[in-house]
Nanobody, 128 residues
């Protein structure tokens, strides 16, 4: 059983930056693909970014490409989401997730149902 704990959320002005972290425990972190999703009230949880188990494959949703950067440190069992040039539309609860199946771990999955474990989320609020 993998436990994921997000941190780094908060309130930031438009144009600012935040760095989210997701610390994993209870599993072999290097065998999991990791993803970030976000959700606003009344909407479905949406894909933001993902990285394969070895960091070689990365995907971003189009709205964050060029502004957000996902990375992982397998030695620290942590995945990061560096968010720059934030705007009000980025306001959401951000969740990290882990995908353990070998068929998924070597990719960077973009679908919610491909992930096995989820964190509790961290709130990001961007003021205009």
């Amino acid at each position: 059983q993998v436990q994921l704990v997000e941190s780094g959320g908060g309130l930031v002005q438009a144009g600012g930056s935040l760095r989210l972290s997701c610390a994993a425990s209870g599993g072999t972190f290097s065998t999991y693909a990791m993803g970030w999703f976000r959700q606003v009230p009344g909407k479905e949880r949406e894909f933001v970014a993902a990285v394969s188990r070895n960091g070689g494959v990365i995907f971003y949703t189009s709205s964050v490409r060029g502004r957000f950067s996902i990375s992982r440190d397998n030695a620290k069992s942590t995945v990061y989401l560096q968010m720059n040039m934030l705007g009000p539309d980025d306001t959401a609860v951000y969740y990290c997730a882990a995908a353990g199946a070998p068929s998924r771990a070597y990719r960077a999955p973009r679908e919610r149902d491909e992930y096995d474990y989820w964190g509790q989320g961290t709130q990001v609020t961007v003021s205009s």
